[in-house]
C-alpha cells in the first residue's frame, strides 16, 4: 500500500490556540470588571536553560497579550533548595498571584518532586502536585496539566463526543502520559497507556482510534503502526541535526502518515495549546480564588 499518496486533515493547534487566547482576553476584561482584580501568573525560572528561556519569554508575552499580570523571577542555577521554596512560600501567600508555575527541568540539585509540593494546590497552574493530580484521577475539579489538557480539546473539537473511542497514549510521564490516559478515560474512551517496555507497541498503536504520542523520541512511531482512519496527536517536540542544520520534528513519522482520518503537525499542534491552557489554568484558579463558579 502506497501511505504516502494522500494527505490527512492537519489540526491547526495554532489556529485554535488563537482563537481561545482571543477568548480568553475578553474573559479576563469581564473577570475585571467583575471584581476590580487583575488575574496574575507567576513564573520561576532556575538556572539558564536555553529552551527554558525560550518558553517562559513565550508564556511572559502571552500573558501580557490576554491581559493579565506577569511576574518572573529568575533565580541563579547555583540556588539553594531553601531559596526557591521561600520564593515559592512568597508567591503562595501574595493575593495578586493566582498561578504560580516553576519552569522544569530543575538544576541537578534541586529535586522538582520537593518544588511541585511546595506550591499552593489552588495555584499550581501546571497540575503537577499530587492533590491536583488526585483530583484528576478521582473525576473532581483540579487544575489539568496544560499539554493533555491542549490535546484533549484539539480531539473534542475535531471529533466531537470520543465515546467509546479507543485511545491509545503512548508515554507514561506524570506531566503528558498519565494525566492524557486521565482526561480521556473521563471523556467516556477505552484507554491503553503504552510506553517503552510494552511488548508488541506497534501492535498495540495499530487497535487505535486515537493515537497520543508523547515519547520524545523522534519519528518512533511508524505509519504502518497506524490504523486508516485514525486521529493521530503527536506531541513531543524533538530537535535533529540535518547536515549542519536542525529541524523540528515529531515523535510519528508525519510523512508516512497520509492514510490517517487527521494529524498534529509539528510545529503548529500541541505546542501552541500548551501556552493557551496555561492561561486558561490561570483564569480557572483566579476564578476558584475569588468565588467565580463560571
Ligand atoms: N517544561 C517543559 N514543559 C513544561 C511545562 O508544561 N511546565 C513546566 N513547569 N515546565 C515545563
Redesign the pocket.
Known amino acids: 500500500m502506497d501511505i504516502s499518496a494522500t494527505q490527512p486533515v492537519r489540526i491547526d493547534g495554532k489556529a485554535f490556540a488563537s482563537r481561545m487566547t482571543t477568548r480568553l482576553g475578553t474573559e479576563v476584561v469581564e473577570v475585571i470588571t467583575n471584581t476590580g482584580h487583575v488575574p496574575g501568573l507567576a513564573v520561576v525560572l532556575v538556572g539558564d536553560d536555553a529552551a ?1 528561556q525560550v ?1 517562559v519569554r513565550s508564556k511572559h508575552r502571552a500573558t501580557l497579550t490576554a491581559g493579565m499580570r506577569s511576574f518572573e523571577y529568575r533565580l541563579p542555577s547555583d540556588s539553594p533548595e531553601t531559596s526557591l521554596l521561600k520564593l515559592i512560600s512568597d508567591l503562595n501567600a501574595d493575593p495578586a498571584v493566582n498561578g504560580i ?4 527541568p530543575l538544576p541537578q540539585h534541586l529535586d522538582p518532586a520537593v518544588v511541585i509540593e511546595a506550591i499552593d494546590p489552588a495555584k499550581d497552574v ?1 497540575g503537577f502536585h499530587e492533590i491536583n493530580a488526585g483530583r484528576l484521577a478521582t473525576g473532581q475539579d483540579a487544575l489539568v496539566p ?2 493533555p489538557l491542549g490535546c484533549l480539546m484539539l480531539l473534542q473539537d475535531h471529533l466531537g463526543d470520543l465515546s467509546g473511542l479507543h485511545a491509545v497514549v503512548v508515554g507514561r510521564s506524570n ?1 503528558v502520559g498519565k494525566p492524557m490516559a486521565q482526561l480521556l478515560l473521563g471523556a467516556n474512551c477505552t484507554v491503553t497507556l503504552a510506553h517503552s517496555r510494552s511488548r508488541d507497541l506497534p501492535s498495540i498503536c495499530r487497535t487505535a482510534d486515537i493515537l497520543v504520542a508523547a515519547v520524545g523520541r523522534p519519528e518512533m512511531i511508524r505509519g504502518d503502526w497506524i490504523q486508516p482512519g485514525a486521529t493521530v496527536i503527536a506531541v513531543g517536540i524533538n530537535r535533529v541535526s540535518h547536515g549542519n542544520q536542525t529541524r523540528l520534528v515529531g515523535d510519528v513519522a508525519f510523512d508516512e502518515t497520509g492514510h490517517v482520518a487527521a494529524v498534529t503537525p509539528v510545529p503548529g499542534g500541541v505546542g501552541p495549546m ?1 501556552i493557551a491552557c496555561l492561561l486558561q489554568n490561570t483564569l480557572t484558579a483566579f476564578r476558584r480564588q475569588n468565588g467565580i463558579t463560571a
Open positions: 527554558s518558553y508555575l516553576v519552569q522544569l501546571d496544560c499539554t506531566i500548551t
